[in-house]
Structure formats: C-alpha cells, structure tokens
C-alpha cells in the first residue's frame, strides 16, 4: 500500500519546512521538499494536509490504562482510542493493575491483551518490588522500556522503601529506571496534621501542603543520589517543583542521537498547565500524586522545557470514575485522564510562547524515542514506521463530554476552547484517527528498543 501525504508544513528534527511524504507498506519512504517531482508510482492514497502542521507521533511514556483488574475505569481498548483522538500514535503503560505487572507472566498478558485491544502501539513498564530483582535478568531488553519503581506511593500497594532494596534495584537493573518519587514518612507526617487541624479529610486546598515541595524534593534528592552511586539510567517521573529542578543539568538534546545524560526527568501536562489556584475551580479533578503545586513551581518547569532540564513531556494519564473523585485529600482517588488532550494542550503552551513548535517535538517526539532507545520511531525519517499526526491551528473548538473517548467520560479540560485541532493520526501508515473519528478495527504494533 503506497499512501502521500502532500500540502503540509512538516516539523521534524528542528526544521520547519513543507514537503510531501510517501509511505509505503507501513514506513516512510521519502520526504520530499516542496517543488521537487515526487517519485511516480502507483499510489494509493492521497492525503492533503494543506494548512496542517505534519508531526511524528507522539510518544506518552507514562500512562495508566488500567487493564487488567480495573477495567471500571478504563481499558486499552477506550485508552488507546483516547490516544489515537489526541495524537498519541505510542504508549508504555505502569504497572500497577491487578495483578502487578511484577512478574513476567503479569507482563506477557499484558502483551496478549493489547495485541488484542490497542488501537496503537504499545508497551509496558515492569514494575520493582522489593524482593523481585531476581527477574530482572530474563527481561527482554528489546520488549520493554525500562523499570518502574514506586519511591514513595502507596499507588497500587506497590512501594519500594527498604534502603537494601533500593540498593540493590539500582545496582542491578538492565533497563532504564523511571521512579516515582515522594517520601512517604515526610507525606504520613503531614497528612496526619493536616487531619488534626482540619479534619479526617482535608480539602483540596491542603493536597500540595501534605504531598509537599520537601517530600519530592528529599525522595528525588535519594533517587539521584543511588543512581549516581550505582551508574544507573534514571527517569524522574512527573517532577513538581522548582526545588527539584536543580538536579537536572541545562543541555542541548537537539543534535545528538542519543541522551548523553543518564538521569533525566519528565514533565507531565497537569503541572505544566495547571497551578494551586486552580483547585478552586476544579477541586478533585485535578487532584493527583505528585500534587500540582504553586504558580511559580509551575513557570520554573516551563522554563525547564527549553533549557534540557526537562527531558520528556508525558501525561500521567490516569482515569478515574467520577464518583471516585468525591472527597478531599484523603477519600478522592489521585489521577486524571489527559492523553487525548496533551497535544493541543501544548500547542496552547507554544501559542502563549513558552516554548517553540520544534522544541514541542523534541519533548513529546524525538526525546522519549531517544531516552528509552526506540526503534524507527519518534522521528519523520525514511525508513522510520510512519507514526504521523496533523494538526490543524486557528480553528477554534470546545471539549465536550460528547467528544471524550476515556471510558470514565470525563476530563479536566470539559468546557476549554482550545485553537489547535488533530486533524488525523496515522498510525504505521494507517489512518486510526481522523473527522472524529477511531478506527476501531485497527490495532497497533508492539514497540521494539534498542
């Protein structure tokens, strides 16, 4: 099957340019700048992008899908219909479902159920335990993307807080680590005067107090600490505050094929977009773990953004019922679905100049391709499986829970107008998402690394 698309602007690898692109059989066979003879052959499919930005799909390295043991919520096959909607052509899913993706058998089912299910492609963390690093050695490098380990969360039952076991997962793993990080002696004491002074369930208000700016900053602090002792990849996941920033070198990521880095931190949208003063108005639905905290935390990591401190831009995509949201800080569930919306969320960021276009892919493309060694993926490249989205601006267009694929029917940014749309996704060359649309039938591929 050979497929063009033609007429748009692409934005790839820094540069800004128009061309048309030809696929065939699932990959890009040629980018072709504009006025230059495209190749004849029989095509297809013919694709106009005119008046559309061209952008590699976009890679989430942190979500929660929920399959298995928490299908109420979500699954992969509504998730990745979500994913498909905003742009997300690639996923790796956490491991706290039920059961834990902590085994290697837990893991191969994950694999079974979204060869079954995912509408794009996918892989999954392994999760640490504190007695699991044994398996660690029959993992297969070139399935997964690396090791997840809770550093203080409760999320999941699946806290790692023993000093030997954090040793010893940090001398040992293969993988890359993407840690969770928060010390739950630090949020146990807050919480318990929280609960004294304003009751058994404080309000939201009080969620950035108790999951504070010291109980990330000595968890990471901890984490960098053992990675450096041990030579280890570390991923801080979801970084919160400007405090934690200084442990993130600034750098140029642009030019090298790879992260030169070996501990290197993720953003996520709730915390680039959002600040304390919006829990006013949006209470439980933007409660999360780490808590999004203050305006000025929030502007430090939007300077991270262009400076190579903050390496990838995720979601911590993580659905909830709403009847799980009711409540304060200790009865409403932590987490928000996003992924449909985190790339019109940050072309809104690009528009109000917080970052560049360019840089927007470095973050949500090329970096996560980068960082986790993916194969012939995160870049518009012959040869590369053509992961695409186009996006359109200057059309203006409100969420309603009409349009939200998430199977918990609900998000954060219901009544937002946002001014960028995803026009259509492919996914290896297949159109998934496009009109509004999901193709159901379609299903993804599974990612391979290194």
């Known amino acids: 099957m050979r497929t063009v698309i033609e007429g748009g602007t692409i934005v790839n690898e820094g540069r800004i340019s128009d061309g048309t692109i030809l696929i065939e059989d699932g990959s ?25 930005y061209i952008l590699p799909g976009i890679i989430d390295d942190h979500v929660h899908f929920r399959e298995p043991g928490l299908t109420e919520k979500a699954d992969m096959d509504s998730e990745s219909r979500a994913a498909a909607a905003g742009g997300v052509t690639s996923f790796f899913d956490m491991p706290n479902t039920i059961p834990q993706t902590t085994t290697l058998e837990a893991l191969e089912e994950k694999f079974t159920l979204a060869r079954q299910k995912s509408h794009v492609n996918y892989s999954f963390f392994y999760g640490a335990t504190n007695d699991n690093t044994d398996t660690f050695s029959q993992l297969d ?114 030019s090298p094929s790879t992260l030169s880095s070996r501990i290197t931190a993720e953003a996520v949208i709730s915390h680039l977009y959002f600040s304390d003063r919006d829990y006013n108005r949006l209470g439980t639905r933007i409660k999360c773990n780490p808590a999004i905290k203050t305006e000025r935390d929030r502007e430090a990591l939007q300077q991270a ?96 829970s009409a349009c939200i694929q998430s199977k918990c029917g609900w998000s954060p940014m219901e009544g937002h107008t946002y001014l960028w749309r995803v026009e259509r996704t492919l996914c290896n060359g297949h159109t998934v998402y496009v009109g509004g649309n999901v193709d159901t039938d379609y299903i993804g591929e599974e990612i391979a690394f290194r």
């Open 28 to 52: 890009i066979v040629a980018i072709v700048p504009i006025g230059t003879i495209v190749p004849i052959a029989p095509i297809d499919t013919v694709i106009s992008a005119h008046g559309c």
């Open 305 to 400: 953004l262009t400076d190579g401190r903050i390496t990838v831009i995720g979601t911590d995509h993580a659905p909830h019922l709403l009847s799980q949201k009711e409540g304060g800080c200790v009865k409403a569930a932590s987490g928000m679905p996003m992924i449909q919306f985190s790339l019109v969320t940050m072309l809104e960021l690009v528009d109000q100049g917080v970052l560049t276009l360019e840089r927007l892919v470095e973050l949500m493309c090329h970096n996560p391709a980068r960082l986790f060694e993916v194969r012939d993926r995160g870049f518009i490249r012959p040869g590369y499986r053509a992961d695409l989205v186009l996006v359109r601006p200057n059309v203006g267009w409100t969420v309603t």
């Open 141 to 254: 490098i070139h399935r997964i993307p690396g090791i997840k380990l809770f550093m203080g969360s409760s999320t999941g039952n699946m806290l790692v807080d023993r000093r030997e076991s954090l040793e010893r997962i940090f001398s040992t793993t293969p993988l890359p680590l993407m840690a969770h990080c928060e010390d739950t002696g630090i949020i146990n004491c807050n919480m318990a005067v929280a609960k004294k002074q304003y009751g058994d369930d404080p309000k939201m208000a009080h969620h950035p107090e108790i999951r504070s700016e010291e109980a990330c900053y000595e968890s990471t602090k901890l984490a960098v600490e053992l990675a450096r002792k041990h030579h280890a990849r570390l991923h801080v996941a979801h970084l919160t505050t400007a405090k934690e920033l200084e442990f993130f070198a600034p750098s140029s990521l642009s």
